[in-house]
């Protein structure tokens, strides 16, 4: 059975290999996708994801609408510096022509669950913003939707963006803090993309020696985001959350372990901006409502993503 | 020349009087209403607002558009125990059997103000939620609009909702806080009320006295809330601060002092919830770019609004 | 009856009357002074008090001890630009030679009251830092003083040092906070000094046209402080804020209304730290056991302080 | 050569491990206890500290001073439910009639220090706010004392109070702001103890049969406290974070790794009060001075530990 799927995304570095994901797998029917406020400027955003529809030879089904171009509330700044500026690795600056779908991501979201109730899956790769504004729009979205699935947070680890925080919930504290009290979620967060979705060097090396036209396209957006990673990190190892979080709509079994718990999301300015309070003890009395994933099938995850990058097919060994 | 006028409104109390004021003048034209999430239960708020609105003969002609359900991020809670159950005094629960336009409050906001850019008068008189969103949906919200004339904040001076804060800052800081980053705002505090948009006994006794049909909807909405106010501020005096907002738009030359300020609002939770920082000496760095009323002519306010509930016409003696 | 005194004091501008009002007036007896980081240099106010007491007379009977050099937990600037480097108008900078006495500010005050207990009162004109550390000490402090004066905050209007905040109240909200919490205090905030504890040009031109050391040296302090306030207040009228805590202790028939309020201290960072929660309406479940002055006898207050500056003799009138 | 120690303890529960430890370890000679509210009624505390030393036979040579009875700023809760009333179990409720030493246990600190600069050692295994206090009094304090160990913060990682803190930092997070921001700590947080200073059942068994007076008294605040884990952490085992602190001073050729990094504390109420900010990537601009011990050689220290319950002689092995 095929999963329809909505892509909300800051489309740059991973986001674009979600999108493949989604658009070369046979288990997954793209509908949308919607651009939020996140990695780099709204419109290379919008290009990006645009010229990833187009590689993967859907952009003429894909309608892409253009959302939220700065968080609820608080302000940010991008991150131009991971990504390369554009996004893409820093060389690569598409402009597809395509138009932008007429309407406002949000409303594009609400409309497209109240079409199909309970048949819709949310992916978010972004900051929350757009699923936020959806909730004001439409308090029953989560009834709406078959699932939601988020990467964001850092449960009980280091953050990226900050010590505390991850990058999506930093951006939007606000927005992943109503998100995660409105909704039942799906969590991927940063420390499992640490501990089961990087790919070392000599995992990349067939990726390298490829010369398919998905594995260029990584090669070129992740050259940047290596050698940022290596002086951050001290690993040029690539880390694919968002491929993680496609690929668990592909292949549910991937996950091995996802408790329920209780989340919140400091919204505050300052030491703690979008930390993610995770009670895995159940020391709280809040309810525990967010999935979180804390166990994937690793070699079956890198299987996926790389068929995808060699082969353009993702469920080839499905 | 008649200005149009978008109200954003939790219809409860003092909003009733306000679109009463706005209905009845030649000096506005009523576009819409938006109702948002505040004083009490959302529904009986948007037939509290038709019911106005039949009252004052423009049900027809004047669409209501449901808006926010709830705050951007913040929980709050209703003040029933302010203007009673149902908001218009505890007795009266309106049933109008009117249909709510169809659209999303925020969205006919934006729509409205892109139809005539430059022509529209937004007078909030609620929290600031609808707008909030309109802004997220239309970055150029303030470009479009006339003048954003809003009732909220207590300048330097007691809150009514917590001793820091006004009720509609409150209610939805996030919102208050977008709204003044964003925005030219033409800002009429509670503090301002309190010195010169309150009616006390003396002056209320003409309308007690009266027997139109307005001036006996103003004595029911009010008998709570003056019980209330005995109570609380030891005295029955009643406060008119949405129906201020509405006259400076009907005869601005009300407006005596209106200094720019910069203003930001306290979004946090906690002690501070909804205090509006208002830099009257200029000490901080932020830009001075709200109108904050000071000052406005009271006798002849006071005139225009008797004259509405006496003689059903606001602009009786302009 | 004479009243014994101690006074905790950043001593830059009106400390030092407060001070000479304290050490003239046969009222109150002077036992020690404690200095607290505040206005300048921590050392300069050392000097600075000293200075004052020997300018009175009263250098061998009265000890200064050096107290807290840092806020308990915040970070704070001095405000040189206020009262001048050296806090006393920028010309100014007194080596008295005067050895500062044996031992730790807090500890003295405590010791102090311990050794007479309910005998001693506070009068704190500087952050509430060495009282906060007392009350750690020594839990019992509030049983053990007569009565503890506090110039700090600004009751529902706006700040001296932010729009939130006034000065003492903002360079240590911590100790602020833990002084209203846990001690019964007599409040006189920077909106009283304001309404009531100003001299105007007229009313300073008897001051500087004396010639007694006193009114040259407040000539001298206040020099630089009135060019400040032209500037940032548009007015170079003088403000009194220390001088009228003392001279209620002097004169305890000053003071005309005092109801007891809750008081709460912001002691966050950020837009409002320092901000005073006052909750005159009783709205909050907070014990209203802070005695906030209202109002004084303005008169009388200014007759006492030119009496001082004039004759040598606040009490002359009294 | 003896390393000279001051431990400021909350005393229950491991506390009296580090003590005896301590006490019993010719590595160390401890100079004196403070005690600092935390754990349990504050007199308790004290009278756990004393019956530790008398157990250990040196409770005439070692003072115990009583310190600060609340956070500097904070309220805050004891944690009865964790280590049974009293702090020992539940059942033990010692009265040694030891009368505790004259004085202040931060000043008692502080001029420990100044008579032996650089040669007294603090190990901190409680709150820590007779440091921060201490800190106030005698700013130097980090020049004065040869190294501070603190047990405290969950680096990157679930805490044991509140998902986002471990308890000696929730308790005072200001105190333990102020720690952090002024002095050079060798920090042993939450983490750490997990990981490495936990003793499992098996682990236990020859502690449970061992008929010692020290292993008696292991068993006894124990039992409690493995009941509690039990149910919050689904283990019996125990856990040792403060005799680790001492068993390093003991032996620092037990830390195996100890990068230095900056910390800091979110001392703010709310979801992540005490929270510790570690930044182990270097992304902030403040100084790493903190040396968090990120391992250390387990199998020895517990051979240090069941060597002193055991055979009384925590040296025994080393
Ligand atoms: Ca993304
Ligand atoms: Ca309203
Ligand atoms: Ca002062
Ligand atoms: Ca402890």
Redesign the pocket.
């Given at each position: 059975m095929t999963r329809r799927v909505i892509v909300d995304?800051?489309t740059a570095g991973d986001?674009t290999q979600a999108i493949l994901l989604g658009a070369l797998s046979g288990a997954v029917e793209l509908e949308l996708l919607t651009i939020v406020a996140?990695?780099v400027e709204f419109d290379y955003q919008v290009e990006n994801a645009k010229y990833t529809l187009e590689l993967a030879g859907v952009a003429d089904e894909v309608p892409v609408y253009e959302g939220a171009r700065r968080p609820l509330v608080k302000e940010f700044e991008h991150v131009d510096h991971v990504h390369g500026a554009g996004g893409l690795g820093g060389e690569l600056f598409p402009d597809t022509g395509i138009e932008s779908a007429e309407g406002y991501g949000p409303d594009a979201i609400v409309e497209a669950v109240r079409e199909s109730p309970g048949e819709l899956t949310l992916v978010c790769?972004?900051p929350l913003t757009n699923i936020a504004l959806a909730l004001r729009r439409e308090p029953r979205l989560g009834e709406l939707v078959e699932e939601v699935v988020v990467m964001g947070g850092a449960v009980n680890t280091l953050g990226n963006d900050t010590p505390s925080a991850e990058f999506?919930f930093w951006v939007d504290p606000d927005a992943a803090k109503v998100v995660m009290r409105e909704l039942d979620v799906t969590l991927l967060d940063w420390g499992l993309t640490m501990r089961q979705a990087t790919l070392e060097s000599d995992e990349l090396e067939p990726i390298e020696e490829a010369e398919t036209p998905y594995a260029d396209f990584f090669d070129e957006i992740t050259a940047h985001l290596r050698e940022f990673s290596e002086e951050r990190f001290g690993s040029d190892a690539t880390t694919q959350p968002?491929s993680l979080a496609m690929a668990t709509v592909i292949e549910p079994d991937l996950v091995e372990e996802a408790p329920r718990y209780h989340v919140d999301v400091d919204e505050r300015e300052g030491l703690t901006r979008g930390y993610s309070m995770v009670d895995e003890l159940g020391i709280t009395d809040g309810e525990a409502r967010t999935r979180v994933v804390e166990s994937i099938d690793e070699a079956r995850f890198k299987t996926i993503f790389t068929d995808m990058l060699l082969h353009g097919d993702p469920d080839r060994s499905l």
């Open positions: 995304t800051d986001d996140g990695n790769i972004g999506n968002d």
